[in-house]
């Protein structure tokens, strides 16, 4: 059993940057792909990020490609989201998410986090 909690998020003016944080508890953090997902009001979950379980490998969404870094460090058993040059359109709820499995399907992902919001005025 994984669990996960998000923090970070907030209200940042367009440009601006944010980092968020996934802290994981539970065992073998570095057994799992760790992936970053959102969701706006009224539109489905869509896949932003994911980072394999060594970090060696990620892959990222074409919409936040060269903006958005994904990292993680197992000794602290945590998954960050750094997030630069934002814009409106990446206002939604960011969910963590944890799968044995590196994968951008929501729905393979096996443990979710509960979601931290972002916010980006224009």
């Known amino acids: 059993q994984v669990q996960l909690v998000e923090s970070g998020g907030g209200l940042v003016q367009a440009g601006g940057s944010l980092r968020l944080s996934c802290a994981a508890s539970g065992r073998f953090f570095s057994s799992y792909a760790m992936g970053w997902f959102r969701q706006a009001p009224g539109k489905e979950r869509e896949f932003v990020a994911a980072?394999?379980?060594?970090?060696?490998?990620?892959s990222y969404a074409d919409s936040v490609k060269g903006r958005f870094t994904i990292s993680r460090d197992n000794a602290k058993n945590t998954v960050y989201l750094q997030m630069n040059s934002l814009k409106p359109e990446d206002t939604a709820v960011y969910y963590c998410?944890?799968?044995?499995?590196?994968?951008?399907?929501?729905?393979?992902?096996?443990?979710w986090g509960q979601g931290t919001q972002v916010t980006v005025s224009s």
């Open positions: 998410a944890a799968d044995p499995i590196f994968t951008k399907v929501a729905g393979s992902y096996d443990y």
């Open positions: 980072i394999w379980r060594s970090g060696g490998t990620s």
